[in-house]
């Protein structure tokens, strides 16, 4: 493995992974949470374009490699620890999360007063953002 | 424990945590990452500020305890997976980061050129955002 200072200043988690938020450089929307390995942030430094590694799917998941909903990076920021990833992004399509939303945080806690008076049974995750785009047509084969 | 709806709908790591991204409402930077157990969201939403669990620690960490920084929260949002918690808050005193600068992200990836022309020996990470408050001031005792 070549010598990257850059990336081997970063805290790396036990299983080889660190944090990374997108976020919308048009309108600052924190459009996607995902995690990265050290080649999939190699791979988004070199390509210009957010590749994240899929836990789920145990593998390097370029984004929107399906969908066509690729997210341009604009400029890249680590926190104080370094140990999170902060992108400004482009994204293309303007639709980051899979159920066709501008973004992935959609669902705001909700109880129809202030959040800090209701009682918990009255709480509820309510989704406040409109799907842009039916899934079936972005990820149709 | 009594039921809490709201809060047994999230998935929760094999550590019992969340991650928790803090948004300045004022003007959308992301000032903080973090992590959250049951208990410490539980007490965020009921106080209306943020309240972390510190992993190095170990403990409960209400946000600002010593430094006054506090997170009032505005608005609670998580993602299409109800994984990873998105708090739009007031920051008091304008300073989320315990270097004293208004953000913890303020490491940015440069190279003098464009990102994905430089090679990898010109890559750095700049610190490009002023001290607000000295540290010494924020945590005297």
Same mark, same amino acid.
Not at 4 to 28: F, M, R, T, V
Not at 116 to 126: L, M, R, T, V, Y
């Given at each position: 493995?070549? %010598?990257?200072? $850059? ?7 036990? @299983?080889?992974?660190?944090? /990374?938020? /997108? @976020?919308?450089? !048009? ?19 070199? &390509? +210009?374009?957010?590749? #994240? $590694?899929?836990? &789920?799917? /145990? %593998?390097? $998941?370029? %984004? +929107?490699?399906? &969908? ?5 990076? !604009?400029?890249?920021?680590?926190? =104080? ?9 482009? *994204?293309?399509?303007?639709? /980051? =999360?899979?159920?066709?939303?501008? &973004? =992935? ?16 049974? @009255?709480? *509820? ?7 842009? !785009?039916?899934?079936?047509?972005? #990820?149709?084969?």
């Amino acid at each position: 493995m070549t %010598k990257q200072n $850059w990336l081997d200043e970063l805290k790396w988690d036990d @299983q080889g992974l660190i944090p /990374a938020i /997108a @976020q919308d450089e !048009k309108n600052s929307k924190v459009v996607m949470f995902a995690w990265m390995n050290r080649e999939s942030l190699a791979m988004s430094v070199d &390509s +210009g374009r957010a590749v #994240y $590694w899929s836990r &789920s799917r /145990a %593998k390097i $998941w370029p %984004k +929107g490699e399906e &969908s066509g909903h690729v997210q341009k990076i !604009k400029s890249l920021r680590v926190d =104080c620890d370094k140990d999170v990833v902060l992108m400004s992004i482009e *994204q293309i399509g303007g639709i /980051a =999360c899979h159920t066709g939303r501008e &973004s =992935c945080f959609y669902f705001e806690l909700t109880d129809g007063t202030n959040l800090a008076d209701g009682s918990d049974d @009255q709480k *509820q995750w309510q989704a406040v953002e409109p799907v842009i !785009k039916n899934p079936d047509e972005i #990820y149709k084969k």
